[in-house]
């Protein structure tokens, strides 16, 4: 026989007691959570009472219906605030036993840093900058009239050698140094000018002592009655603002296309102190770059009238001014990326 409508009632109130009893005295919200699943949940008793109503006659359904609701929602009203109280007090008492102990070292972190080529290059700028210098760029692909025939480099030249030079297209090189900067400064402003030019430069070398790709900074300086002197002088506080206030500069001369006269230009070794060492292979000197007074030809092919403007240029080799201020033993190490290479550098944190 199936139960009336009375006994139905009488087991919907024991369901409901016994959840009651059962979820008040839950003691963590993850326990509630498990007593509420298992009183009201989809398997739950009290769900398969809803089966027992298709037994019950027409009008006792819907009452049957309304009282099940009223102690469903009733219990799920009690577990929410239940569920709230003990997430309450479940925090009060993490706050309480976590406390950090801000005394404790923290776990150690790895530091980036900028690669020393990186970090030279900024000591230059900031040095020269002090003089009044100012940074500009130019694009890695630059045009054949910019990189060579601009600055006086005739076409039979052997730098524009194909063995020296990587050739995009007929009119366009990958930069085979910074001078074109020199090209693009003179187009875009007016003299008097003092501007450095650092960046990546490139070249078919590929042997113990060469890489394809390295960095130059470009230095020019146009302005009335520049001279020889001026330059020797700006080159003189340069080293000696980097490599300490002992550091002499020998000039040698040289040529290059776009500067007469040109030189060719040596620090003191700040290694040995001129005594002689592996790294300036017993000289006591440095090469740290070329240099010149601006070829007069320079200046008109970008429309700098000569007979009023003189300038002087200089070219420094990034690479081998980190390799003197560092020690590194060599050039290789600044493109392998060895971690255990770059991470002496990563704590000087020097700008
Ligand atoms: N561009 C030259 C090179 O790559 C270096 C250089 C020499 C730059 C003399 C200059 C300069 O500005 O005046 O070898």
Redesign the pocket.
């Known amino acids: 026989m199936s139960p009336s409508i009375q006994e139905l009632k009488n087991k919907l109130q024991d369901l409901y007691q016994s959840a009651e009893q059962d979820l008040k005295s839950a003691r963590s919200s993850s326990e509630l959570y498990e007593l509420k699943t298992h009183h009201i949940g989809n398997k739950s008793r009290f769900q398969k009472m809803m089966k027992e109503m298709k037994n019950l006659s027409p009008e006792e359904k819907p009452l049957f219906g309304k009282w099940l609701n009223e102690k469903k929602t009733a219990l799920e009203e009690m577990y929410s605030s239940l569920f709230r109280e003990l997430k309450n007090r479940e925090l009060e008492q993490k706050i309480k036993t976590e406390k950090i102990d801000l005394s404790l070292p923290g776990p150690p972190s790895h530091k980036g840093g900028l690669h020393p080529v990186q970090l030279i290059i900024q000591k230059t700028v900031n040095i020269f900058k002090s003089l009044g210098y100012s940074v500009r760029t130019g694009p890695m692909i630059e045009s054949d009239w910019n990189n060579f025939q601009a600055l006086n480099i005739p076409t039979d030249h052997p730098s524009r050698d194909l063995q020296d030079t990587f050739y995009i297209d007929e009119a366009h090189v990958l930069r085979?140094?910074?001078?074109p900067i020199?090209v693009r400064s003179m187009l875009a402003e007016k003299p008097p000018m003092a501007i450095l030019a650092p960046g990546k430069?490139f070249r078919r070398d590929n042997d113990v002592s060469h890489s394809p790709t390295f960095h130059?900074m470009?230095?020019?300086f146009i302005d009335t009655h520049v001279s020889m002197a001026h330059l020797k002088g700006t080159l003189s506080y340069f080293v000696k603002e980097l490599f300490g206030t002992n550091t002499k500069v020998r000039f040698r001369p040289s040529y290059?296309p776009?500067?007469e006269p040109?030189a060719e230009y040596d620090c003191s070794c700040p290694i040995c102190g001129m005594k002689g060492c592996p790294m300036c292979k017993q000289s006591g000197w440095m090469e740290i770059?070329?240099?010149?007074l601006?070829h007069p030809k320079v200046l008109e092919l970008s429309h700098i009238p000569s007979e009023k403007w003189e300038g002087?240029?200089?070219?420094l080799g990034m690479e081998r001014l980190a390799i003197v201020y560092y020690g590194i033993p060599h050039i290789k190490l600044f493109l392998e990326n060895d971690i255990r290479f770059l991470e002496q550098f990563s704590f000087k944190g020097e700008s």
């Open positions: 085979t140094h910074t001078s020199q430069v130059q470009e230095g020019m290059f776009f500067t040109s770059g070329g240099c010149g601006m002087f240029a200089f070219g």
